[in-house]
């Protein structure tokens, strides 16, 4: 004997459906990414808590960026995604180190510390400025990634003092370099 089946509406079969996308979603997210090391758990998870700052330091994740190119640029398709402030990479035309970048909503401008001579500011202007944006990341040719956490903003600014010789400053003076902003 057969029990009588009755088929669900068209309103609880889209929740179904919608239910399963999610499980299936969660499901993933323990599944390495493209590219991770083999026996390295790197996960979208983990991925994800790092370029979003809330896992500010990963060195097995940093160790993996290293070695693989794929990983790399999965990481920077993610930040692309998430990133609030896009600035591109300048014109082709463009040669030598720059003085500024701007993309619409923010600009990054670079200015010498007059009290030490070794020292250069790094400054965000937005155009909202309740915003607050927490990192900023600077992506180089071959996907490398430099990244730093930013400051509360006073008034719509963002300073932030590093040495000259500091690999985000040579980053974002590139002009091949792509800069993201958390928004």
């Given at each position: 004997m057969s029990e009588p089946f009755e088929l669900?509406?068209?309103d609880a079969l889209a929740v179904a459906e919608r239910v399963f996308d999610a499980l299936v979603a969660e499901a993933s997210l323990g599944a390495p990414v493209d590219g991770a090391?083999?026996?390295?758990s790197v996960?979208?998870?983990?991925?994800?808590?790092?370029?979003?700052?809330a896992r500010a330091e990963d060195p097995g994740l940093e160790a993996a960026l290293r070695e693989s190119p794929a990983l790399r640029a999965s990481l920077r398709r993610l930040?692309?995604?998430i990133a609030g402030y896009r600035i591109p990479?300048?014109?082709?035309?463009?040669?030598?180190?720059?003085?500024?970048?701007a993309a619409p909503g923010c600009?990054?401008?670079?200015?010498?510390?007059r009290a030490e001579p070794a020292q250069t500011y790094?400054?965000?202007?937005?155009?909202?400025?309740?915003?607050?944006?927490?990192?900023?990341?600077?992506f180089v040719d071959d996907d490398t990634c430099r990244r730093i956490a930013l400051p509360e903003p006073h008034a719509g600014t963002i300073q932030i003092l590093v040495e000259d010789e500091s690999d985000v400053l040579a980053a974002l003076r590139d002009p091949g370099s792509e800069i993201f902003i958390d928004g």
């Open positions: 669900p509406d068209d090391a083999p026996g390295g996960t979208p998870r983990r991925l994800y808590l790092y370029v979003t700052g930040t692309a995604k990479e300048l014109a082709a035309a463009a040669a030598g180190t720059v003085a500024r970048r600009r990054i401008r670079f200015e010498k510390s790094i400054v965000i202007s937005l155009d909202e400025p309740g915003r607050h944006p927490r990192w900023l990341a600077v």
